[in-house]
């Protein structure tokens, strides 16, 4: 399927479907051990990050494409009609990243998940996942109509430049 829903933590530890454009190969997860047992800088890299920065073997080409501008993010504007998401807010996590929040849940999902996050303006992919856990229980804490202008303009700056990966 071109969209498919991932299942992702709600407001108080409820689930849904994120709903994404497909940018990986559907073996993802396959690929995923395979890569990290065969590149130990790779497997300290996902630990730090949660994430792989670049040569991430789980993404189409196409894929990265999407990535780079952020268009496997719009079919989540469904998401939002649902009311399962805000504009802006803290990116909805995986549950396998629960228990990894720590502290940090219980302000996090007080709030619903947006599309757009003070996390991804400000240098998502230099920083650790305990960064990301600060970041956005930073916005929950202070959130203001102001902030919320302040990350769709450094969105559309992101994603113009082509920053989104």
């Given at each position: 399927p071109v969209i498919f829903g991932q299942k992702r933590l709600w407001k108080e530890e409820a689930t849904f479907d994120f709903l994404k454009f497909r940018s990986m190969y559907l073996d993802e997860e396959e690929r995923l051990k395979w890569f990290l047992k065969e590149n130990p800088q790779a497997r300290k890299e996902w630990e730090k990050f949660a994430k792989i920065k670049s040569g991430d073997p789980r993404v189409t080409n196409f894929g990265s494409w999407l990535r780079r501008y952020c268009l496997?993010?719009?079919?989540?504007?469904?998401?939002?009609?649902?009311?399962?998401?805000?504009?802006?807010?803290?990116?909805?996590?995986?549950?396998?990243e629960f228990e990894k929040m720590?502290?940090?849940?219980?302000?996090?999902?007080?709030?619903?998940?947006?599309?757009?996050?003070?996390?991804?303006v400000s240098g998502k992919n230099e920083l650790t996942f305990e960064?990301?856990?600060?970041?956005?229980e930073y916005y929950v804490r202070n959130w203001s109509l102001w902030l919320d202008f302040v990350i769709l303009v450094k969105t559309v700056?992101?994603?113009?430049r082509g920053e989104g990966i």
């Open positions: 496997d993010e719009l079919s989540q504007l469904i998401n939002v009609l649902k009311g399962e998401m805000s504009l802006v807010g803290p990116r909805p996590y995986l549950p396998r720590g502290g940090y849940r219980k302000t996090i999902l007080k709030t619903l998940p947006g599309m757009a996050g003070l996390w991804q960064d990301r856990l600060r970041l956005e700056k992101v994603v113009w």
